[in-house]
């Protein structure tokens, strides 16, 4: 799994297969004790991980000590930078070596880490992760790829990309088809995804000249890729069952991530407010407390966290910055999962294959027609 031998998790066998998780401990708003928190909370559960952590180490020496779940399974590399909110691109750039965001990228890079989870600013982790493991041969822009609460069989949808770019021409388009297919086989378990380009309309005459382009592209490459293709999809089918991946461009999806968020605790607020209102409502809150346990972890976004940075040479998550241990655990667990299917080389197999076949279908354009297009 890694090509540096990893430390020794207490209590396994040598031999036994590891997971290493390399996870920047600052970025949260929560501050690094919710970081340990969340670790601990994970490792409880999963006995085959290792953690390389990344912060002050005095600082973390404290908050780990306190954690028996953390004994013998963590090593915490200094740095004493932090990346934050406000950080500017180009001033991240001069400071970012001794941050703790660059060291849990560079365990990644090295291979002494699988994947890497961070809560920090987002557009600095794209950034540096671009930097740092590069972006797969044959990818022109990385995407980050959110799971969505749905009605589908598997509980959630993919969509991309939530934010990495806000431009997307029909090329970037069709690739997060095929990344998000991918990431829908590996991490839902889904042997033929359904994908969906999402427009203003289902109609095929609606959407910009580069959405029918993408249209086209994606229909093309949906049998070599295994993967089914829907066609235009809407805003409404984004939580629904008529696809399981969901393709937009970066302003689309970030735009609608936030709102989905937004509306999710707005609908708690007003239930909260509903069963407040009167005696009576507040003895049906009684009567209807497992149900209404059931519908707020269904809603909680904290149980759902985790964005992937898909087409780079590695793996990253991306947890909300304003997670609390059980959200850095729910971070956590996905990238344990995708740890664990060796997914990032799948997707990269997928990448090189599709731009093969892009590659032998130009070559077959350009025989039938030797002028060729002059755009």
Not at 65 to 86: C, F, Q, T
Not at 136 to 145: D, E, F, K, L, T
Not at 200 to 211: P, S
């Amino acid at each position: 799994m890694t090509d540096t031998p990893s430390p020794t998790i207490a209590g396994l066998e040598p031999s036994a297969k590891q997971v290493v998780i390399s996870v920047d401990a600052m970025g949260s708003d929560k501050g690094p004790a919710a970081v340990v928190a969340g670790c601990s909370h994970f490792a409880r559960l999963h006995g085959d991980t290792f953690f390389i952590l990344h912060g002050p180490k005095a600082e973390l020496e404290k908050l780990v000590a306190r954690k028996k779940h953390l004994n013998g399974r963590y090593e915490i590399h200094d740095a004493p930078g932090v990346v934050s909110m406000d950080d500017k691109p180009g001033q991240i750039m001069r400071t970012a070596k001794n941050t703790s965001m660059w060291s849990a990228l560079e365990s990644v890079r090295t291979k002494k880490a699988t994947v890497c989870v961070s809560c920090g600013n987002t557009g600095a982790l794209m950034m540096l992760s671009v930097v740092r493991l590069r972006k797969i041969p044959g990818v022109y822009r990385p995407a980050i790829s959110v799971l969505w609460p749905s009605r589908n069989k598997q509980g959630f949808n993919v969509m991309l990309d939530a934010g990495a770019d806000i431009r997307a021409d029909e090329r970037d388009l069709l690739q997060y088809a095929l990344m998000g297919a991918s990431y829908a086989r590996n991490g839902l378990n889904l042997e033929r995804p359904r994908v969906g380009l999402l427009n203003v309309g289902t109609e095929e005459f609606k959407g910009r000249a580069e959405m029918q382009a993408a249209n086209e592209l994606i229909a093309e490459n949906a049998k070599p890729a295994n993967f089914e293709y829907v066609g235009f999809v809407e805003g409404s089918d984004i939580p629904g069952n008529r696809c399981d991946v969901i393709v937009t461009d970066g302003f689309t999806g970030n735009i609608a991530l936030k709102t989905g968020e937004g509306t999710a605790s707005l609908i708690s607020d007003f239930l909260r407010e509903a069963f407040n209102h009167t005696p009576l409502s507040k003895l049906a809150a009684v009567l209807a407390y497992p149900s209404l346990q059931r519908l707020r972890k269904r809603i909680d976004p904290r149980r759902v966290n985790g964005g992937v940075f898909l087409g780079l040479n590695g793996t990253v998550v991306k947890s909300h910055g304003s997670a609390d241990a059980t959200g850095v655990s729910a971070a956590l667990d996905l990238a344990y999962q995708l740890a664990q299917s060796g997914f990032n080389e799948k997707l990269a197999a997928r990448i090189s294959a599709a731009t093969m076949l892009a590659s032998d279908a130009a070559d077959t354009d350009d025989e039938a027609d030797p002028i060729g297009d002059p755009a």
